[in-house]
C-alpha cells in the first residue's frame, strides 16, 4: 500500500457544526503532516506530528485540533471555522521527518465553511 | 531562511516539444530540492529530489531535474511533452542543518501543453 487515503473527500460545514477530517497510510512512515491549500497556491503547513508526537504547530487557529492515535492515522477536528477557512486540506507522510525524505499527499478534504 | 523562486505563473509548450520549468533557491547549508505536480482536483506528487550526488535528477514520468549550485537552480525538464503533463508543478527545498525541516514551496507554475 503505498497511499494515503483522506476521508471525506468534500465536507460542508456550518460555522457553529464540528466535523473532523480523517487520514490513513499503511507504509510505516512515522511523520505526518496536515497541509492547507488555496486554490492555485502551495500548501502551507499547518501541523507536524513524528512518532505520534506534535512536532510543530506553525501557529494554527485553536478551532483546528490535530490528533494522532496510532502511527497509521491523523485526524483533524474542526469547530467553529471561518468562511476563510475553505480551502482543499492535505494530508501528507514521510518516512521520517528528515529533510532528505519527500512527501506523499493524500487527495484533500475540500472544505466549504458556510 | 530559505526561500524559493518559480519564476513563471504559466508555461505554455507545444506537445512533443521539450519543456523546462524554472526554480531558484535560496538556503543557508545544503539543499534538499523536490519537485511537486498537482493535478486538477487530487494532493501533490512527487516527481523527483535532489539530495546529493549527479546533478541530473530522473523522476516519474519521464520528468528530469539539473542541479546547478553555482546558479542555484533545479530547473525540471522532459524531453517531449504530453498533453497529460498539462498541471500545476511545484518546487520545494528543505534545508539540512538549519534547525528545522520544514519544506518551503515555490508558488507554483502552471504547465499547458497544446496539442
Known amino acids: 500500500d503505498t497511499e494515503v487515503t483522506q476521508t471525506p473527500k468534500h465536507l460542508v460545514m456550518g460555522m457553529t457544526n464540528k466535523k473532523s477530517l480523517k487520514c490513513e497510510q499503511h507504509m510505516g512512515h512515522r511523520a505526518m503532516y496536515w497541509y492547507k491549500q488555496k486554490a492555485k497556491k502551495p500548501p502551507e503547513l499547518m501541523f507536524v506530528?513524528?512518532?505520534?508526537?506534535?512536532?510543530i504547530n506553525e501557529s494554527v487557529p485553536s478551532r483546528f485540533s490535530p490528533e494522532c492515535p496510532n502511527s497509521s492515522l491523523l485526524n483533524l477536528h474542526l469547530h467553529a471555522l471561518q468562511p476563510e477557512d475553505s480551502a482543499l486540506y492535505l494530508c501528507?507522510?514521510?518516512?521520517?521527518?528528515?529533510?532528505?525524505?519527500?512527501?506523499?499527499f493524500g487527495s484533500g478534504t475540500r472544505l466549504t465553511v458556510v | 531562511a530559505q526561500s524559493v523562486a518559480q519564476p513563471e505563473d504559466q508555461v505554455n509548450v507545444a506537445e512533443g516539444n521539450p519543456l523546462t520549468v524554472k526554480c531558484t533557491y535560496s538556503v543557508s547549508g545544503n539543499p534538499y530540492l523536490f519537485w511537486y505536480v498537482q493535478y486538477p482536483n487530487r494532493g501533490l506528487q512527487f516527481l523527483l529530489k535532489?539530495?546529493?550526488?549527479?546533478?541530473l535528477v530522473k523522476g516519474s514520468y519521464g520528468f528530469e531535474a539539473e542541479f546547478n549550485k553555482s546558479q542555484t537552480s533545479f530547473h525540471l525538464k522532459k524531453p517531449s511533452a504530453l498533453v497529460s503533463d498539462s498541471a500545476l508543478y511545484f518546487c520545494?527545498?528543505?534545508?539540512f542543518g538549519g534547525g528545522s525541516y520544514i519544506p518551503t514551496f515555490g508558488r507554483g507554475t502552471s504547465l499547458i501543453v497544446h496539442p
Open positions: 506530528y513524528s512518532y505520534e508526537k506534535l512536532s
Open positions: 520545494a527545498v528543505r534545508a
Open positions: 535532489y539530495i546529493t550526488g549527479d546533478n
Open positions: 501528507a507522510s514521510s518516512p521520517l521527518d528528515r529533510a532528505d525524505y519527500g512527501y506523499t
